[in-house]
């Protein structure tokens, strides 16, 4: 049945490829949004994994609305159950690149800048050290962008630091980080002893969830996140790119899936006589559903295969243009490849279901006195 | 035998082969019947209207038999031919081919009546034009899920039979009308069927190519083989060895 499948194909080469593009195109559009979604879902894991340990400690008002201080931290570490607690300050580094491709500064104390970061390591020198003022570790983005090695020089806000560490890649926000010391930072941007938000590290056996509403009900004026909140809300946020991207790709994959049921519907009517041919020879009816499914199949896979090659050199092509500007946009997993396969072929054998089902209960008689 | 109306006329066939023993093997096993149409009909609707394509036909058919079915245009002889073929279902009536009633098979069960005791001959030859002589031969054997090679070797024996060995690879459009009718003549005897059933085999070829399909049909009567061939042509007739004749769906005396 192979070859007869792939010679129906071949035999109407132009409306073949014309449905195959159709697909292709489908599945591009799966690929690059997938790839977008893909990315943003890496980096949020990632980001999530480095930061699971730590309550996240608001001004009541929210984390853009100020009125957190240093103070509040002591108020925090008195609370049962709290290992540890201090605040950091997060600031973007450019003004126009806001988000998680944006880079970020972070204001960390410095006795405090291997634990608030761990378990992200250095690729190269040290985290800071108590003394440290205008000193800097650095994302693996930052420094490549840059082009830093340890001892450069880097300018923020118009005064120089020196580089003392590197981070490791992690595919989180850490990439994209700038952290400097905490005190050098409130001086920087003028917000006193403001921080905008404190980390409160959970003793161990204590459950975070529980401890997260303690903090809240025992230091005025907090709000707190538990790490299972962020996660939550997060998760949601991410939820709703997600949405979009992956269904404008799949928009355009069911116009794909359309475009093949359109060319099996008017296949199968062409085709009206050979089917009454086939039956009358003793074709069974799954012979006939296996024929145009089959058909509407391989369809669906050489669209689905075409479209992920050229889906893949897109987002090669836009990955290396952005090279520069350190943005990562996409992220081709294999998880996403699966799915893009499996959604052209689901595409090409759902558009043939109909199409092949007219096909197979055609009365053998009918289709022969088709013209 | 006159039944229910309706009567058979048998014609002698002019050239008979000598009588060999084998052939007396076949003539001993011709008696044996083959097919039964008893009391069949068919009614179409036209919309509200009844349409009586076929009335109360019966026919008995022996092995071997080149049995002729001759009547004027929608007088029925396609639809008996449908009928017998399960590609339409009888309005009543029965229809007995090798011991079983044809019209009490199921549904599903048909396609594998047609693949393994009955091959179609058609007017315009209807091969897959996409495929070559050979592979439309394998076709049907395809279906009956007969192994590659077997298939391969059958088709190419039975195109090499009729004349067509050195036409395997031709696609229909590159094979002249007589050659086509042959590689379907070689496609219908692909799964070894009780019964051919010819539907205006010669309707669309030249007296010479009828003439070389009609001693086809005679050689392969004489090795046992049963065809039933509707037919407007009298030359045709003249040479099987039985003529039917319908006229507004009703068997008629010749």
């Known amino acids: ?371 | 035998m006159p039944e229910m109306g309706i009567e058979e006329e048998v014609f002698e066939t002019p050239e008979k082969p000598e009588k060999d023993e084998s052939t007396l093997n076949l003539e001993n096993e011709g008696q044996k019947i083959i097919l039964q149409v008893e009391n069949l009909s068919k009614t179409y609707f036209q919309g509200k209207i009844p349409v009586h394509a076929l009335r109360c036909a019966c026919i008995t058919v022996r092995k071997g038999e080149l049995l002729a079915i001759m009547g004027p245009s929608g007088s029925g002889k396609s639809t008996l031919l449908a009928l017998i073929g399960t590609l339409e279902k009888a309005t009543d009536g029965k229809i007995i081919l090798d011991g079983t009633d044809l019209t009490s098979v199921p549904e599903k069960l048909l396609p594998r009546v047609r693949r393994e005791k009955i091959g179609f001959i058609f007017q315009h030859y209807n091969l897959i034009p996409t495929l070559s002589a050979l592979e439309n031969v394998e076709l049907s054997m395809r279906f009956s899920r007969v192994p590659k090679k077997e298939r391969e070797e059958r088709a190419k024996a039975l195109l090499e039979e009729l004349g067509l060995g050195d036409r395997l690879s031709h696609k229909p459009s590159e094979l002249s009308g007589g050659e086509q009718q042959r590689v379907s003549i070689a496609r219908a005897l692909a799964n070894k069927p009780t019964v051919i059933l010819a539907d205006e085999p010669t309707g669309e070829v030249d007296s010479k190519t009828r003439d070389s399909i009609v001693r086809v049909f005679k050689e392969l009567s004489e090795k046992g083989q049963t065809i039933l061939v509707v037919t407007h042509d009298p030359e045709v007739a003249k040479e099987c060895s039985r003529v039917v004749r319908i006229k507004d769906g009703t068997i008629k005396d010749h």
């Open chain 1, 1 to 371: 049945m192979f070859d007869l499948i792939i010679r129906n194909i071949m035999n109407r080469k132009v409306r073949s490829a014309l449905t195959v593009c159709g697909i292709a195109l489908g599945i591009f559009a799966v690929i690059v949004m997938g790839a977008m979604s893909e990315n943003f879902h890496q980096t949020f894991e990632r980001s999530m994994s480095v930061t699971s340990d730590k309550i996240r400690v608001f001004s009541e008002s929210g984390v853009f609305g100020g009125g957190l201080t240093e103070d509040k931290v002591s108020d925090v570490l008195r609370v049962a159950g709290v290992k540890d607690a201090y605040g950091l300050l997060m600031t973007t580094f450019d003004e126009d690149k806001m988000g998680m491709t944006g880079k970020q500064i972070l204001g960390v104390p410095p006795e405090k800048s291997s634990v608030a970061l761990y378990p992200v390591d250095l690729k190269a020198g040290r985290f800071l050290n108590p003394g440290d003022s205008y000193n800097v570790v650095v994302g693996s983005n930052i420094q490549r962008e840059y082009k830093l090695q340890i001892g450069s020089k880097f300018e923020i806000h118009d005064k120089y630091f020196t580089v003392v560490g590197i981070l490791d890649y992690t595919g989180s926000i850490f990439d994209n980080a700038v952290i400097i010391p905490l005190e050098t930072a409130q001086d920087l941007y003028d917000v006193g002893n403001s921080v905008s938000y404190i980390f409160a590290v959970p003793d161990e056996r204590i459950d975070a969830e529980m401890l997260s509403k303690r903090i809240e009900l025992s230091v005025k004026g907090t709000s707190t996140l538990s790490p299972g909140e962020l996660e939550v809300q997060a998760r949601q946020s991410f939820m709703i790119f997600s949405v979009i991207t992956i269904s404008s790709g799949l928009l355009a994959a069911i116009i794909g899936g359309l475009c093949v049921m359109n060319t099996m519907l008017m296949s199968v009517a062409e085709r009206t006589r050979e089917f009454g041919i086939l039956k009358a020879i003793g074709a069974e009816t799954r012979d006939i559903l296996l024929l145009t499914l089959g058909e509407a199949s391989f369809m669906g896979l050489f669209g689905g295969i075409l479209g992920i090659l050229v889906g893949s050199v897109a987002v090669y092509i836009m990955n290396a243009w952005l090279a520069n500007t350190r943005i990562v946009l996409f992220l081709i997993t294999p998880r996403l490849l699966v799915i893009a396969m499996l959604f052209a072929l689901l595409i090409g054998a759902l558009s043939g279901l109909y199409p092949a089902y007219r096909a197979s209960k055609m009365s053998p008689m009918e289709a022969l006195k088709h013209a």
